[in-house]
């Protein structure tokens, strides 16, 4: 396997487009962790690049769970690596990270107020 840096900062926009999930072994079920123990999450992200239209979905594997994240925001992510594997006649491109969070002056997710029900009176809708 081939591990490539990437520099993030001659990408353009980069957004969540998938919050943060565990990452789970298909044929196990179990929750994947990192050598450390650390559960690693899987957060899909939309690439821009900077010249041209063109735009990328990339899903990025981070130790612990990222914090703050929803659909539609701008994140920044923390040494992305792009991993080339190859497996029998399979090939691809895997995505790491140390941290994805909120862009600089990204406004975080608002969490219901406790004891409030959601939706409108009598908590429907």
Do not use: F, H
């Amino acid at each position: 396997m081939q591990s490539i840096p990437v520099d993030t900062a001659r990408l353009g926009a980069i957004l969540c487009v998938v919050p943060p999930e565990p990452r789970v072994n298909p044929e196990t079920g179990q929750i994947r962790v990192d050598r450390d123990g650390n559960t690693i999450y899987v957060v899909g992200c939309v690439v821009r690049q900077v010249e041209g239209r063109r735009s990328d979905v990339i899903e990025v594997a981070v130790p612990g769970e990222p914090r703050g994240l929803d659909a539609g925001m701008r994140v920044e992510i923390a040494e992305l690596t792009a991993i080339q594997w190859q497996m029998g006649d399979r090939s691809g491109t895997s995505w790491r990270a140390t941290a994805i969070t909120p862009a600089a002056g990204q406004p975080t997710p608002a969490a219901p107020a406790p004891g409030k029900p959601k939706g409108g009176p009598g908590g429907v809708g």
